[in-house]
């Protein structure tokens, strides 16, 4: 859904103040009441992320990065990620997850997974279906997923989620960015990006304790 430290690196969004879904697409910071922020800087700090030379959609009103350093093994945090089937053990806010394909998670792979979005001004509380398709994948380096969601009374025309994944001194620089579309979503950008921001957050800290519990905080 990298490698040593960058000269430039992305700047962490504020954190969100109010409650709002762990929509992580994925799946699911609040940026004020204004649009997100501009994309990150590449692992050189020249341009915007990318996986296989593809990013997220850069002309998407709804997104939010961020960054976390994890005191494990780059081959413990790859596994974790990419086990989709394993990813409820380790983050409640994935309620149900499968793979529509058999093997390990490459370019092409398919997944279903289900994650609850509480109640907004504008949509009822649901839990959300997201279909992704992993359209890029670096072994233990990157992988860039994309696909909508869709629950009763909420939909996501589609989210495109990059991951990037870089040792550096003491651990490992996870970097995550997401974008949405949608007419649905577009229609409040601040709670959209609110809820994407919160459930990013929440998906780096699920796989910082859980990386680092499984190694014992040892980093490689």
Known sequence: MPSNAPSSTPRRQPRPRLRA???????????AATAP?????????TGPSRCGGHGVDPAARIRYESDIVIKAPLRTIWKLQTDVEGWP????????????????LRKGSRFRWTTP????PHTPATTLEITSTARQLRDRDCVLWKGPAAGEGLRIDEG?????????RGGVLV????TWTGDQVEADVPTATEAL?????????DLKATAEARSGGRPH
């Not at 879904?21 to 940026?31: E, I, S, V």
Request: proline share 6%.
């Open 197 to 205: 921001g919160q459930g990013l957050e929440a998906w780096l800290r």
């Open 117 to 120: 979005a509480p109640a907004t």
């Open 160 to 168: 495109v989620h990059l991951w990037t994944f870089r040792e550096v």
């Open 89 to 104: 053990s380790w983050q409640p806010p994935v309620t149900t997850a499968e793979r529509l394909d058999p093997g390990r």
């Open 21 to 31: 879904a762990a929509l992580t697409l994925a799946l699911a910071g609040a940026l």
């Open 175 to 178: 970097h995550t960015e997401e």
């Open 37 to 45: 922020a501009a994309q990150a800087a590449d692992r050189t700090g």
